[in-house]
């Protein structure tokens, strides 16, 4: 996700995740940021503190935060950059508590959630906030999932969402995107092709549409890689 292009990366996912539609939420993903002062990894906010995980300054001091509706923002940790962090936000209207998660961290606020977006986006807020960096398997469950299943999808990553999931699809119809990772020996002469495998966790009955572009790391675009 590269917030310098012209209108920003993100992805728009057709899954209505309001409090009417689901009062227990569990969200989440893994994210590695070149930034560490600000981008919006999953939201569907509408401007009030609606369902949303993001680099934020307003709890407290700037890092990993999610939003709590009556309860503002909630965190924070500092972000690593450059380095994947595990990121769950947990969501129950009825209890009126949220729960964020930043690898072994753990914030809790009271808060409820007013209506935001129909749908979810990833990558960006609806308002904005473009993230700069790259996201993995991403996972929403319709349900409040405790700490000890936290752990499980933490460590055992897709495996562990699978099996949480019942070998279903959390919320019944949202499949999820994975983008294998790869590695191959450059050379000197001739050029070699990196095969990324991109993966749709079961068929949909909507169109998925996934934006991506090459960002430089290891390899420099131009003289490593085209």
């Known amino acids: 996700f590269d917030p310098t292009d012209t209108i920003g990366d993100f992805i728009t996912v057709p899954v209505d995740i309001n409090p009417s539609v689901r009062p227990q ?8 940021s ?20 993001d ?7 700037t890092g990993w935060s999610a939003f709590s509706g009556t309860g503002g923002v909630l965190g924070f940790e500092p972000v690593q950059v450059g380095e994947w962090t595990f990121l769950a936000a947990v969501y129950d209207q009825a209890a009126a508590t949220v729960t964020l998660y930043v690898d072994d961290n753990v914030f809790t606020e009271t808060g409820t959630l007013g209506a935001g977006n129909t749908s979810l986006r990833i990558g ?3 308002l904005g906030d473009f993230f700069n960096g790259s996201i993995d398997n991403v996972f929403i469950f319709g349900s409040a999932l405790g700490a000890g299943q936290i752990a499980e999808i933490r460590r055992d990553q897709s495996a562990g969402i699978l099996r949480i999931g019942g070998g279903e699809l959390p919320c019944g119809s949202l499949p999820t995107v994975s983008i294998d990772l790869t590695a191959v020996t450059e050379g000197n002469s001739g050029s070699t092709d990196a095969i990324f495998n991109v993966r749709l966790s079961s068929a949909s009955a909507q169109s998925v549409v996934v934006n991506y572009q090459t960002q430089n790391g ?8 085209v």
């Open 25 to 32: 939420l569990t969200m989440g993903l893994w994210a590695r």
């Open 34 to 53: 070149n930034s560490a002062t600000g981008g919006t990894v999953l939201s569907h906010d509408s401007g009030g503190f609606d369902r949303t995980i």
């Open 218 to 225: 290891t390899a420099t675009a131009g003289p490593d890689y």
């Open 55 to 61: 680099i934020d300054f307003r709890g407290g001091g």
């Open 124 to 126: 960006s807020n609806p």
